[in-house]
């Protein structure tokens, strides 16, 4: 069982570059979101998808954006990278009524911005 | 102040221990999610409840809905159980997405 895959692992960009961090998963699942993770912090909400071709902003959406062309995918975009961007990322899907659905993660993307 | 507070942030135990992490939230919510996140960085979903208990082998969650507080109990701790516990809400107001809090680190040492 794959359930949700995130690629790279890790990555370092310079800063004003751009990336795609992928996320796929094969649960059929209709929710997918974006999370980041600093030290100390709890997980933010960067964007969220209830289906395919419908997103939303979530509590940090500035310098990211996203895509949901598909059910099983969720690319996570950054256009300028910025070192408030290092943090480490992930993905998550749930099933359609997805409050009361627990969440499935990535193994997370660790993503240094110098 | 954050909406979902936990304590305490860190915690050190021996193995066999009794263990308790505590979760309060401010906000009205749907359900209340335990997580565990692995020293490697994975993140798994322990237990999802809106109401009384759940158990599963040696971890229980309990939740008081009119005190917005909810634990999480490990009975006969083990160093394997070394990882972050964290705790998240859904929000009434906010369908699927979750509020965490920011985590327990806890070691249990041999």
């Known amino acids: 069982n794959a359930g949700v895959t995130q690629t790279p692992k890790f990555r370092i960009l310079k800063i004003g570059q751009s990336m795609t961090l992928q996320c796929a998963q094969d649960?059929?699942?209709?929710?997918m979101y974006w999370y980041r993770q600093d030290p100390g912090m709890g997980l933010k909400l960067i964007y969220y998808?209830?289906?395919?071709?419908?997103?939303d902003k979530g509590e940090v959406p500035n310098g990211y954006n996203v895509s949901r062309s598909t059910t099983e995918d969720f690319p996570l975009r950054l256009e300028l990278a910025a070192p408030s961007q290092t943090s480490v990322y992930f993905c998550a899907s749930s099933p359609a009524g997805g409050h009361s659905r627990p969440q499935h993660f990535g193994d997370g993307t660790r993503l240094s911005i110098l | 102040k954050n909406e979902v507070e936990q304590s305490p942030q860190n915690l050190t135990a021996q193995e066999g221990e009794f263990i308790t992490i505590n979760c309060s939230y401010s906000v009205g919510i749907s359900a209340l999610h335990w997580l565990q996140q692995h020293p490697g960085g994975g993140i798994v979903s322990l237990f999802m409840?809106?109401?009384g208990k759940k158990k599963h082998g040696r971890l229980i969650a309990t939740i008081n809905i009119q005190e917005k507080h909810s634990s999480l109990h490990i009975t006969a701790s083990h160093p394997r159980d070394s990882a972050v516990y964290i705790c998240a809400v859904s929000r009434e107001t906010s369908g699927s997405r979750l509020t965490f809090g920011e985590g327990t680190q806890l070691t249990v040492n041999p």
């Open positions: 998808s209830v289906g395919a071709g419908i997103t």
């Open positions: 409840l809106s109401s």
């Open positions: 649960m059929n699942h209709n929710y």
